[in-house]
């Protein structure tokens, strides 16, 4: 397991995440790229990266989506199978979560799975092409393995990416409602329509 980050540490990333690349920050840090990137999620620096430093959530410009439903209906994902079987995926293995932290509205799409299945997941970081980061997590008392997962926390991939997917590629039974009011939550807060 990782030490914990050091004040020092916690104060570099914050200092350097929008100017520097991960991987310059991991090799200064002695760290992974993937804990880097997973820290820098969890301390709220993702949602700046590609977005001039602002560390506001409400600056993000959505106005070039005036007709979201147009935008989304636009998109295209080739290979079907393997849509259909992304969504059946994270059916059985995804979450969509909603929160705020210090005030500041969050969301994040996640799968996760057996570490064994750490190339699948990322076959599925590559489909959809996006910032997304893959953390591993070692084996906990109730589990029978250690567990990998796949998350997206940046709100303009969730609502130019994954909102859109998953409105062509629904998941079925209760993950297709907790979808439902996610996208909700996250459209609503942004003043984005689907209708």
């Known amino acids: 397991m990782s030490a914990k980050y050091t ?3 916690i104060d570099y990333l914050k200092s350097n995440y929008n100017k520097e690349s ?3 920050i991991a090799s200064h840090l002695d760290r992974s790229e993937d804990a880097v990137q997973m820290k820098a999620s969890r301390l709220g620096l993702t949602e700046d990266k590609g977005y001039n430093g602002d560390r506001s959530y409400m600056s993000l410009d959505f106005s070039n989506l005036s007709n979201y439903k147009e935008y989304v209906d ?3 994902y080739g290979n079907e199978d393997l849509c259909w079987f992304i969504s059946g995926l994270v059916t059985a293995e995804g979450c969509f979560t909603r929160y705020e932290t ?3 509205f969050r969301a994040e799409f996640k799968i996760g799975m057996a570490d064994r299945d750490e190339t699948t997941l990322k076959n599925i970081a590559s489909f959809f092409n996006r910032g997304g980061c893959i953390s591993k997590r ?3 008392k ?3 393995s250690d567990t990998i ?3 997206i926390t940046s709100i303009k991939d969730i609502i130019t990416v994954i909102i ?3 409105e062509m590629y629904s998941p079925c039974g209760k993950k297709f409602n907790q979808y439902v009011k996610w996208r909700d939550e996250i459209l609503n807060e942004y003043d984005l329509q689907l209708d």
């Open 7 to 9: 004040d020092q540490e």
């Open 22 to 24: 991960v991987s310059d």
């Open 74 to 76: 636009k998109q295209e």
């Open 102 to 104: 210090d005030g500041r």
């Open 138 to 140: 070692e084996e906990q």
């Open 142 to 144: 109730d589990h029978h």
């Open 149 to 151: 997962h796949f998350r």
């Open 164 to 166: 859109p997917f998953f």
